[in-house]
């Protein structure tokens, strides 16, 4: 059992509940940050035991101060951050055509810059460390781009460069970073998707089942592992062969 603290944004549901659920069963101490407080409590009560921490900062990524304020307090309460899970992400699709400088900003305020926010205030600390592992959840629609998503694409396609360019700076000093790259992944995000639609995507994956977020979680575990020691600014796509 690992004894290591691993900070994940966006954990209140989703692919971020799947992956704290993974990584108190393989025995991390978990630091669950999300805007609601409610499921986040919630989940902390239910992955703490005798191996595991677990404990809830609700907060919004998307504000600089915010991020920089739950890193220090978690490095406060587990004296160390051994990783950090940038999970959180919202959509908020149009037509480009139609799309507002307003629903632009959304996805880039949250998706990119809370990213950006809660590397730069980890960086140090791991740097100091002397390890240290960054995980940044994208979307295949950052490799792709998409109709009806630019704003979101843009996003995703940015913390892919922003990830290379983190491993390149911090890799001297034992800290790697990668990014998972999910195809559709059944949760909230993807519930209100038409059915021609779903049935359509359906039929473009090899695999011929939509992703669960365990499916995510366990690549996440796995990027936190010894295994993975030797491997940073990659991007480890998960959507059942889709876009291959
Ligand atoms: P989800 O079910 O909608 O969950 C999103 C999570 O992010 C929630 O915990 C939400 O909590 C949190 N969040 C949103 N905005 C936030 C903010 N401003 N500050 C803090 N937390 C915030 O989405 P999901 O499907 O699990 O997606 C998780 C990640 O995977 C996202 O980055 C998404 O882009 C990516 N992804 C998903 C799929 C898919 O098919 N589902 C595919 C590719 C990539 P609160 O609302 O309480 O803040």
């Not at 209140?12 to 630091?31: C, F, H, P, Q, V």
């Not at 406060?76 to 139609?98: C, P, Y």
Request: hydrophobic share 45%.
């Amino acid at each position: 059992m690992s004894n290591q603290t691993i900070l994940v944004t966006g954990a209140s549901r989703g692919i971020g509940a799947a992956i704290a659920r993974e990584l108190a069963a393989a025995g991390y101490n978990l630091a669950l940050v999300a805007r609601s407080a409610e499921p986040l409590e919630k989940l902390a009560a239910e992955l703490n035991n005798e191996n595991v921490t677990a404990k809830a900062w609700p907060g919004d990524i998307s504000d600089h101060d915010t991020a920089e304020r739950i890193v220090k307090e978690v490095h406060k309460e587990f004296g160390s951050i051994f990783g950090l899970v940038n999970n959180a992400g919202v959509t908020q699709d149009g037509l480009f055509m139609r799309m507002s400088p307003e629903n632009w900003k959304k996805p880039i305020d949250i998706n990119l810059n809370g990213t950006f926010y809660f590397t730069r205030a980890v960086a140090p600390i791991m740097m100091r460390q002397r390890e240290g592992r960054i995980i940044n959840i994208s979307s295949v629609i950052g490799l792709t781009g998409n109709a009806g998503q630019a704003n979101y694409a843009a996003s995703k396609a940015g913390i892919i460069a922003l990830t290379k360019s983190v491993a390149k700076e911090l890799g001297g000093r034992g800290v790697t970073a990668n990014v998972i790259a999910p195809g559709f992944i059944a949760t909230d995000m993807t519930e209100d998707l038409p059915e021609k639609v779903r049935t359509e995507m359906l039929g473009r994956i090899p695999l011929k089942r939509f992703g669960e977020g365990k499916d995510v979680a366990g690549v996440v575990k796995f990027l936190l592992s010894e295994e993975a020691s030797y491997i940073t600014a990659q991007t480890l796509v998960v959507d059942g062969g889709m876009i291959a």
